[in-house]
Protein backbone atom coordinates (compact mmCIF):
# COMPACT_ATOMS: atom_id res chain seq x y z
CA UNK A 1 0.00 0.00 0.00
CA UNK A 2 2.72 2.33 0.99
CA UNK A 3 4.66 2.00 -2.24
CA UNK A 4 1.68 2.29 -4.33
CA UNK A 5 0.87 5.82 -2.66
CA UNK A 6 4.49 6.51 -3.06
CA UNK A 7 4.54 5.89 -6.85
CA UNK A 8 0.59 7.25 -7.68
CA UNK A 9 0.78 10.33 -5.56
CA UNK A 10 4.61 11.09 -4.86
CA UNK A 11 7.77 11.07 -2.05
CA UNK A 12 5.23 13.70 0.31
CA UNK A 13 2.48 11.31 0.76
CA UNK A 14 4.06 8.26 0.00
CA UNK A 15 6.54 8.79 3.62
CA UNK A 16 3.33 9.68 5.37
CA UNK A 17 2.04 6.50 4.40
CA UNK A 18 5.03 4.56 5.83
CA UNK A 19 4.42 6.56 8.94
CA UNK A 20 1.23 5.70 9.19
CA UNK A 21 1.84 2.27 8.20
CA UNK A 22 3.93 2.06 11.31
CA UNK A 23 1.59 3.82 13.58
CA UNK A 24 -1.11 0.68 12.48
CA UNK A 25 1.06 -2.04 12.83
CA UNK A 26 3.02 -1.16 16.12
CA UNK A 27 0.15 0.39 18.04
CA UNK A 28 -2.88 -1.67 16.76
CA UNK A 29 -1.07 -4.40 15.11
CA UNK A 30 -3.89 -3.91 12.04
CA UNK A 31 -3.61 -2.77 8.91
CA UNK A 32 -3.94 0.95 7.74
CA UNK A 33 -7.53 0.26 5.94
CA UNK A 34 -8.37 -1.40 9.26
CA UNK A 35 -7.98 1.33 11.74
CA UNK A 36 -11.07 3.83 13.24
CA UNK A 37 -11.76 7.15 12.85
CA UNK A 38 -10.67 7.84 16.18
CA UNK A 39 -7.43 6.00 15.70
CA UNK A 40 -6.45 7.96 12.62
CA UNK A 41 -7.25 11.02 14.81
CA UNK A 42 -4.45 10.02 17.61
CA UNK A 43 -2.23 9.48 14.66
CA UNK A 44 -2.76 13.22 13.24
CA UNK A 45 -2.78 14.45 17.08
CA UNK A 46 -0.46 12.55 18.75
CA UNK A 47 1.56 10.09 16.82
CA UNK A 48 2.59 12.03 14.11
CA UNK A 49 4.05 14.84 15.75
CA UNK A 50 5.37 13.46 18.78
CA UNK A 51 7.29 10.11 17.04
CA UNK A 52 7.63 10.99 13.64
CA UNK A 53 8.80 14.88 12.97
CA UNK A 54 6.87 15.34 10.14
CA UNK A 55 8.04 18.36 7.18
CA UNK A 56 6.29 21.00 7.41
CA UNK A 57 5.01 19.94 3.82
CA UNK A 58 3.36 16.57 5.30
CA UNK A 59 1.54 18.69 7.72
CA UNK A 60 0.57 20.83 5.10
CA UNK A 61 -1.19 17.93 2.94
CA UNK A 62 -1.71 15.23 5.93
CA UNK A 63 -5.45 14.86 5.60
CA UNK A 64 -4.71 14.61 1.59
CA UNK A 65 -2.18 12.02 2.39
CA UNK A 66 -4.63 9.93 4.45
CA UNK A 67 -7.50 10.39 1.94
CA UNK A 68 -4.97 8.89 -0.72
CA UNK A 69 -3.78 6.38 1.34
CA UNK A 70 -7.51 5.26 1.65
CA UNK A 71 -8.17 5.40 -1.31
CA UNK A 72 -5.35 3.01 -2.79
CA UNK A 73 -6.92 0.80 -0.53
CA UNK A 74 -10.06 1.02 -1.81
CA UNK A 75 -11.59 2.21 1.35
CA UNK A 76 -13.42 5.17 2.54
CA UNK A 77 -11.75 7.20 5.16
CA UNK A 78 -13.47 6.60 8.77
CA UNK A 79 -15.65 9.21 10.72
CA UNK A 80 -14.48 9.61 13.91
CA UNK A 81 -17.08 8.34 16.67
CA UNK A 82 -15.61 10.17 19.91
Known sequence: LVAAVR????EVHG??????ADFAGNHYAKPIESL???ELA???????VRNAWP?????D?????IEL???TA???????RS
Open 7 to 10: EAHG
Open 15 to 20: DTAAIL
Open 36 to 38: TGD
Open 42 to 48: EFRTEYL
Open 55 to 59: SAKQQ
Open 61 to 65: VIEES
Open 69 to 71: VFE
Open 74 to 80: GERVPER
